[in-house]
């Protein structure tokens, strides 16, 4: 038979385990607490040991602020789980003897990323776990966005990483974890469209499409029809308010003839068909 004294220490044992193992749950539970940014809105569990008083949930304020019994009032927002823990731990040093805290979260409400710019439609992300750029972007409609400028907002730090290589290349050292209150823009391309005019069967805007070229759009607008003076085709180009005309021998193209009449277009470029006097 175990003496009241040797119960008393299994018992403390015990809970000492019980304690360790719901911690431990709570951790896997929110796999990413030591990288998350507590915001307004959010809900904390901090748990004492052994201060069953002390172990309360919290709400965060709309200030930012939570109320502890002990600790009174303390930031929350800003800071990830471990930073409110030490300081928690700090505050309750005068109330309790080397205290052992605990903090989790209960529930994540105002965790968000702010996506703006003419490339994408602006709009809220909610973070309700843990998500890299490379995820946020492979659920978005990026046709129109110029990746090339594209950056992250972190308050007043500008964080550049290079969009199209992570995206396009899968280069991950361009990725990483997305926090609350992070801007990303996306600006917009200059011009999304080549336009091809003129003696064409179906003259219109087309969507520029990398590495297309002068036969590509004529062929997506029916090709010539029977007024067109084919080689007398004309590419009209703006560069820095400048007009660039580049002349292209569109039948001696269509024929083999001269491949090299294949120019590659750039967004905006206008393909001009002129019609044949007669």
């Not at 008393?8 to 990288?35: K, P, Q, W, Y």
């Not at 172990?55 to 930031?75: F, H, N, Q, T, Y």
């Not at 703006?238 to 491949?259: M, Q, S, T, W």
């Amino acid at each position: 038979m175990l003496s009241i004294g040797e119960k008393r220490v299994v018992g403390n044992t015990l809970v000492l385990i019980l304690v360790l193992f719901v911690s431990c749950l709570m951790c896997c539970a929110a796999a990413f607490a030591d990288e998350y940014v507590i915001g307004g809105g959010d809900r904390v569990q901090v748990f004492v040991w052994g201060e069953p008083e002390l172990s309360v949930p919290a709400l965060v304020r709309p200030d930012g602020r939570i109320s502890l019994p002990g600790a009174g009032e303390l930031m929350a927002e800003g800071l990830t789980t471990t930073a409110l823990q030490k300081e928690i731990t700090t505050r309750l040093s005068a109330l309790v003897k080397s205290p052992v805290v605990t903090v989790s979260m209960a529930e994540i409400y105002n965790s968000k990323v702010y996506i703006i710019g003419g490339g994408v439609p602006s709009g809220v992300f909610d973070l309700k776990q843990k998500t890299t750029l490379l995820q946020l972007l492979a659920g978005m409609d990026l046709t129109r966005a110029d990746l090339a400028g594209a950056h992250i907002m972190r308050g007043e730090q500008r964080i550049d990483r290079d969009f199209g290589k992570l995206l396009h290349n899968g280069d991950m050292s361009q990725n990483f974890v997305l926090r609350h209150n992070d801007i990303i823009f996306f600006p917009a391309l200059p011009e999304p469209y080549v336009y091809v005019l003129g003696a064409v069967s179906a003259p219109r805007a087309l969507a520029y499409k990398d590495g297309m070229t002068v036969l590509d759009a004529l062929l997506e607008c029916g090709g010539f029809n029977k007024f067109a003076k084919e080689n007398d085709t004309v590419i009209v180009r703006r560069n820095g308010g400048k007009e660039e005309r580049i002349k292209v021998r569109a039948r001696d193209l269509a024929e083999g003839k001269d491949l090299t009449q294949n120019a590659l277009l750039q967004r905006g470029d206008y393909i001009i068909a002129n019609e044949s006097v007669f």
